[in-house]
């Protein structure tokens, strides 16, 4: 019999949930005291979930995969959780094609092997030739390095891969989105080469992290294109591959029945996390975090390019960075104020379960 308080393959839960119309949410854990929350908002709602941290998050909030390993199956043992749910290495960024980048995300990669992950994404979306002559020139690079990190990933687990660098631009200034022939090129060239991933990222639109008004207010964004998306969602379901949707935050919960029609099968939620916890801790850690905020290097640079953002933009979107270093003096806040974050986190799962229809997917993978 299974242990559902252990992670298992992401393969296993996209293979049952991936054309169930459920988004499976894959939250970023950027500090743990986000797990607790989540895990009680999925078992409540029998809610399969993966739990994932990217590269960079990796860097700044200074968890090993070990310890980001061994603080989210504690917790489910804790919570005699036996819920379905992966550890999912997210993003394992490539943003160079040189020996070293490529090095440095295999380090990362086989770090995370040793400790157990169940699902990986390989992102080498960045590697683009804008001299090639048709997509599969164009996208060379990105297929290459993917073949090669590929191997390093162990057989029977979830594989994600990402076309369409977010950033490009059309000749107008608009975003160029990933487009359907472009995601099923990159798609078979990689099935040709014996790499068969189960999600692909593509750029359709999304904008990570938090959008904010001219005061500096969160907004809330329908950046994501839903006709585009539901296409290539179509194309490369008979390749046994389905979409993975990144930037999810500040979409509204209600709109959220569209990105399951379109095919969207995984759900990255990562920042509405922080901002959770970033908004229960304690004033006295919270204000130390954006003093150092707004002196660190980051925070700098961005004020110096955009003169007239405001303070409280300048915190909200760099105080990610100060999660390493303030990361004890979190952990070690009073047990009613981790209650607090896990309450309000808890709120907030139960509305993205919810709204991504999964409440009973959990009993849907154990059958």
Known sequence: MTDYNLPI?????????ADQKVIVMAANIRTQLSTRGIMEAAKELDAAVLFEIAKSEVGYTGQTPQEFMDGITSIA??????????????HITIKEN??????SARELIEAEVAAGFTSYAIDASHNFNFEGENEREQLSDNIDITVELAEYIPKGVCLEVE????GRKNDDGSKKLTTVEEATTYIEALKEQGVNPDLLAINNGTVHGNIFDKEGNIVEQVGIDIETTKAIADAIRPLGVHIAQHGITGTPLRLMHLLIDAGIAKGNVGTNWQNIAVANLPTNIVSKMGEWTLACDKAVKMKEKKPEMSQKELIAKNIKHSLKGFKDEIMSISNEDKQKVTDATRQSALDFFKAFNAEGSGAKVRE
């Not at 393959?9 to 949930?17: D, R, Y």
């Not at 040189?98 to 090095?103: D, F, G, S, V, Y």
């Not at 076309?163 to 977010?166: A, F, L, P, R, T």
């Open 9 to 17: 393959s992401g393969k296993k839960i996209f293979n049952v949930l």
């Open 77 to 90: 043992a804790e919570l005699d959780f036996n819920t379905p749910y992966a550890i999912h290495g997210d």
């Open 98 to 103: 040189t020996p070293e980048a490529i090095a």
């Open 163 to 166: 076309v369409g660098e977010v």
